[in-house]
């Protein structure tokens, strides 16, 4: 029997997990709790140049920037993609994609469907994406006004913009209704198990499969 060493063994390359949602179907804390279940998986920070709301950290959040720096970082092509939302920018920053991407590693997007749409067209074979569907409009509510985070007119504002979200449901590869966390998180993760088994995401098997055959 030869050395482990010389045994191929494959690899993989790594994927884009994409999360769409209305705001308030639970995506951050389906993707908090994700992340920290696997060490595999990191998250793309986003730029962003809206206000930063309480409890968020600027550079694990978001990397929270004026609109003229953002204007630049645009112009000088340094954004995956971008989106206007509520009234503010939001951008991935292309370079820690592509560095994670290189060393095998998985990246997490919580952009929105004009985002998702615009990974797509580039036709990237690394996509797989994901919408988070609230289990009703009364769950919806219930949860954007608990968290309390935005005013009253931001959360109605939220609400009819929800709809609008919603509607793009079909673009996507997979569907979960987040009815509870604990069961969405299985079936997350179930995808990112699934989506990295497949064969063409993983290098080098004709190699390892011709070592076996040889009894190597
Ligand atoms: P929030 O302001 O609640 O954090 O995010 C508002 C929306 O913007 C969410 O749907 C979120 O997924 C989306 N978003 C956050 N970062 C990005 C980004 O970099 N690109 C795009 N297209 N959407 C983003």
Redesign the pocket.
Known sequence: MSNDAEVPSPHRRGLMLVL??P?GAG?TTLSRQLLENDSRIKLSI???T?ERRPGEVDGVD?HFIDTASFRDMLERGEFL???R??D?Y???PGSPVAEALDAGGDMLF???W??TQQLKEKGRDDLVTVFILPPSTHDLEKRLITRAQDSPDIVARRMAKAAD?MSHWAEYDYVIINRDIATSLIQLKSILTAERLKRERQYGLADFVMALREGR
Do not use: W
């Open positions: 769409s949602s705001s995506k986003s730029c962003t809206r978001y993609e971008h989106a939302v509520f503010h939001y951008g991935t919580d952009i929105d004009q985002g979200e």
